[in-house]
């Protein structure tokens, strides 16, 4: 069970964050090629799509998360690994904050999405912050 969790756990970190480097690499700056039109029925095509990929990246994540905190760092003593585990807590809590106000078609989340570029960059950089401290939480 350990294995498939931790899988389970990598395998949505790849999809979601790899889906935040094609909006903002790749799908954002062919768009500038299109009409207005295009440009806008393209990008919530694909917006929809992303939508139900990383509300369902951000379930898995969450779920897979607390399940490798109980596993690995529950009984352990409060200490470095710990301070940063944390730090990678909030941080995904923020990114998956942003994602989501990205990505729910509510009128409230207009003024974030009119910076959607801006707040890309921010998630996508938060997200390879978190893969950075996953990465040496693994190798302490």
């Known amino acids: 069970m350990t294995t498939l969790m931790q899988w389970i756990h990598l395998m949505a970190a790849v999809t979601g964050i790899g889906g935040l480097a094609f909006?903002?690499?790749?799908?954002?700056p062919s768009l500038r090629v299109l009409n207005a039109g295009q440009r806008s029925t393209l990008f919530q095509a694909v917006a929809n799509r992303f939508r139900w990929a990383s509300w369902s990246a951000i379930a898995l994540l969450l779920a897979s998360g607390i399940y490798n905190v109980r596993q690995y760092y529950w009984e352990l003593a409060w200490g470095r690994s710990w301070s940063f585990l944390t730090l990678k807590i909030i941080l995904s809590l923020v990114l998956f904050s942003i994602v989501l106000g990205l990505t729910i078609p509510w009128r409230v989340f207009d003024r974030l999405r009119a910076r959607?570029?801006?707040?890309?960059?921010?998630?996508?950089?938060?997200g390879?912050?978190?893969?950075?401290?996953?990465?040496?939480?693994r190798r302490g």
């Open 23 to 28: 909006l903002l690499l790749i799908l954002m």
């Open 128 to 137: 390879v912050v978190v893969i950075l401290i996953s990465a040496y939480l």
């Open 116 to 126: 959607r570029q801006t707040w890309l960059i921010v998630a996508l950089s938060m």
